[in-house]
């Protein structure tokens, strides 16, 4: 069976679980879970229940996908994502993007935590993504192209809606929550950056680095979503402050900005 047909027999179970006519899907990144939470009409499907999804076993992840409404919109949230660095394959990594292409969902957002590199940005900032730096070494497309998903050179120029984005800032702008905006560059982890590093990405451009993300735009990219992006940057990059950095402290700050970033996002979904 190719991937494809996984990716269609997961979009069948789905839709007979009432997974129908979602205008967006949502990405939750690490601690950033309670947008499910406040889903009204709310019905959900573990993970391990679809057929070919993977399983995630990092903490901070339910591994779920919940349907539901968000202030009168149809929404699909994704508690739990697969990281590169838990060593599955990019198919796997990518696999919710190609089962919501097959489901027709019009839009993406992906969210993550991220480490701030930019200076300016403080710890618990949300930062818009503009663009992104693929420096994961790989990318998910690699392989043999099936044109039933889209294009064996997708075109890259506009990652990140400007349409969306702009909603975004809207949104932001309507509930008083301050919004950064800046370049993500993806890293493959698991270790975090050294300090060397985080000076080299930021002369490249990059404003904040993180593990995710990167790979779910690309490929939903290749099947034409239309993609937005939210870090919640949890902690300043390595070597910008004189402190080591750890998993609970991303967890503890994207938990204590949950309630901005979900304004934020419901904010966004009702513009759409
Ligand atoms: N680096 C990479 N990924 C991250 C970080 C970081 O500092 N913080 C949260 N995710």
């Known amino acids: 069976m190719s991937l494809f047909d996984h990716a269609v027999e997961a979009a069948e179970f789905l839709r007979g679980r ?7 899907a949502v990405v939750l990144g ?19 229940d679809i057929p070919h999804w993977p399983a995630s076993g990092i903490i901070g992840h339910a591994g779920r996908l919940v349907g539901g409404r968000v202030r009168g919109r149809r929404v699909m949230a994704l508690s739990g994502r ?16 190609r089962v919501l292409g097959r489901l027709g969902v019009p839009v993406v ?27 994961m070494g790989t990318n998910p497309l690699i392989g043999l ?28 702008a309507a509930a008083g929550v301050a919004l950064e905006h800046g370049v993500y560059l993806g ?19 990059a404003d904040a680095v993180g593990m995710s993300t990167v790979p779910e735009a690309i490929v939903a990219r290749h099947m034409g979503l239309e993609v937005l ?13 004189p402190q080591t950095l750890n998993h609970e402290e991303v967890m503890e700050t994207a938990r ?17």
């Open 18 to 24: 009432g997974f129908v006519g979602a205008e967006a």
């Open 187 to 205: 890293v493959h982890g698991p270790s975090f950056e050294t300090p060397a590093e985080i000076r080299a990405f930021r002369a490249w451009g």
């Open 256 to 272: 204590r900005v949950g309630a901005a970033f979900v304004s934020l996002l419901e904010g966004t979904v009702e513009r759409l």
């Open 30 to 48: 690490s601690g950033l879970g309670t947008f499910a939470d406040g889903l009204s009409d709310a019905f959900a499907v573990p993970y391990a």
């Open 109 to 135: 957002i992906l969210t993550n935590a991220a480490g701030g590199i930019n200076t300016r940005f403080g710890q618990g900032a949300l930062m818009l993504i503009d663009d992104h730096i693929n420096l």
């Open 82 to 97: 697969v990281h590169l660095y838990e060593g599955h394959p990019m198919t796997s990594v990518t696999f919710a993007m």
């Open 145 to 172: 192209n099936d044109e039933r998903f889209g294009p064996r050179f997708p075109d890259m120029s506009e990652v990140y809606s400007s349409r969306l984005r702009s909603m975004v800032r809207d949104a932001a």
């Open 229 to 241: 992006g939210i870090s919640c940057i949890t902690n300043m990059a390595a070597g910008v402050l």
